[in-house]
């Protein structure tokens, strides 16, 4: 993370200090050394000292049992990437709301699942994993895990989808990219609200599993620690907030405006024809249906606020779906990270 967006973060903060522990910054790892080939770093409440016996045992056990090692802890592994040009890789995990990222040596194992701030495809045709999409495909991003009649789902933007005169959604089929190819099916959209409401959302099905884990959290690669989502927030006017999209990255902050500045929300409604909030940030093409959030807190926790909907302006400024009437017309609640470690 570099220095500016250091500073962004910071005085975004709810906290009056940005200390998220003795010594890591806000939104990064605490490094520690495990010893044998792992390292392990640590953040928002767990130590190095409470992890080493952990990662000593998985540097000595073959690279496709860690994940499992990780489990039998109490951690869930959430995903891994291969590094050093393929003869390592970083094996993150979470734990209530703390995170650690293991890095060792070996083939990575096929690990990865839904998560806020993940990149999505949406295509009319079959979508096959680790296959060339069909032509007509859309780029978009993942938003917040609900659950809908007991059951997990992935929200992300409407018109991601698409709505067709009939009603009907136009790209229904859904995936989590792995660039260049589709990655991990999710299969078709389930629920599509811009069909029957004036609310840019919709509901994919998330994968399930050991190895296709799905969490409360707001992705922020491998390298840095995830946010934990722990319920959602009102979009008040100067409220400070964040976004994370496919294309213009993690960490996105900004403003909601007010005053005579919502003017633009009115000119949005009206090209849109659906309800949205806009803010002081910028957005590009590829950012739709990504999560909107509160400014992050010393201990790594965000409140959801929204969907990212649409540009508009000269500013290509980012308008958002809030999120509690998307959750009241689904009738679902927002899914929360759990609070001890």
């Not at 910071?10 to 200090?17: G, M, P, Q, R």
């Not at 680790?130 to 809908?148: D, E, K, N, Q, Y």
């Not at 590009?284 to 649409?310: F, K």
Request: glycine residues 12%.
């Amino acid at each position: 993370m570099d220095a500016v967006l250091k500073t962004v973060l910071c005085s975004v903060a709810t906290l009056l200090t940005c200390a998220a522990s003795a010594t890591a910054q806000l939104g990064e790892y605490d490094a520690c050394e495990a010893g044998g080939t792992a390292t392990i770093v640590a953040v928002s409440g767990a130590s190095c000292a409470a992890v080493a016996p952990l990662a000593r045992s998985i540097a000595a056990a073959p690279a496709d049992e860690g994940a499992a090692l990780l489990r039998a802890a109490g951690w869930t592994p959430l995903r891994s990437a291969t590094v050093d040009g393929g003869g390592a890789f970083d094996l993150v995990a979470i734990r209530g709301r703390s995170a650690m990222r293991i890095r060792r040596s070996g083939s990575a194992p096929d690990l990865d699942g839904w998560m806020a701030g993940r990149e999505l495809i949406f295509a009319r045709g079959r979508l096959v994993g680790g296959a060339r999409p069909p032509s007509g495909t859309v780029v978009c991003t993942s938003a917040f895990l609900i659950s809908l009649s007991g059951h997990p789902g992935g929200l992300s933007a409407a018109h991601c989808g698409g709505v067709r005169r009939d009603g009907t959604t136009q790209r229904r089929n859904a995936a989590l990219r792995r660039p260049p190819q589709a990655g991990i099916v999710l299969g078709r959209v389930q629920r599509n609200l811009a069909r029957s409401r004036p609310l840019d959302a919709l509901v994919l099905p998330v994968p399930s599993g050991a190895s296709r884990p799905s969490a409360a959290i707001v992705n922020r690669g491998v390298s840095q620690p995830p946010w934990f989502v722990t319920g959602t927030a009102r979009p008040l006017g100067k409220r400070r907030v964040c976004y994370t999209g496919r294309t213009s990255g993690i960490d996105q902050c900004g403003v909601i405006l007010s005053g005579r500045a919502r003017a633009i929300n009115r000119q949005a409604r009206r090209i849109s024809g659906v309800r949205v909030t806009c803010t002081s940030i910028v957005a590009r093409e590829g950012d739709s249906g990504g999560p909107v959030y509160t400014a992050p807190a010393a201990d790594g926790t965000v409140r959801a606020i929204g969907i990212t909907t649409l540009v508009i302006g000269l500013f290509r400024t980012m308008c958002f779906t809030p999120i509690e009437p998307v959750l009241d017309a689904l009738n679902a609640r927002l899914v929360t990270a759990a609070a001890a470690g």
